[in-house]
């Protein structure tokens, strides 16, 4: 049983330092002035080109139609990664106007 107490003592302490949130705070620094905005990441395509993900995530960017459909699942899919990129890139901006 000995045995055992150790790694669950070290993976008992590693999931409460992984757990630790890294997001930045809307709180004042030492100078009362306003932390800095959130730094937004702009869409870009994570898949290899030829694959039909990158062609429904080329599709998409360049139609700025906001419908993902088609015959194939993963131009559909790719599709859909680049809708969801954009919907987090836009609202990162909004959050950054306020």
């Not at 039909?52 to 700025?64: C, F, N």
Request: net charge negative.
């Amino acid at each position: 049983m000995r045995r055992f107490i150790l790694p669950l003592t070290v993976a008992g302490l590693m999931l409460i330092v992984g757990c630790k949130s890294s997001a930045p705070s809307n709180s004042s620094d030492s100078n009362g002035e306003a932390a800095s905005a959130p730094n937004c990441t702009e869409p870009e395509n994570p898949y290899e080109e030829g694959s039909g993900h990158y062609a429904g995530y080329e599709w998409a960017e360049s139609s700025g139609s906001g419908t993902c459909g088609g015959n194939s699942q993963s131009f559909i899919e790719g599709c859909e990664e680049y809708e969801s990129q954009e919907d987090a890139y836009q609202e990162c901006e909004a959050m950054k106007q306020n």
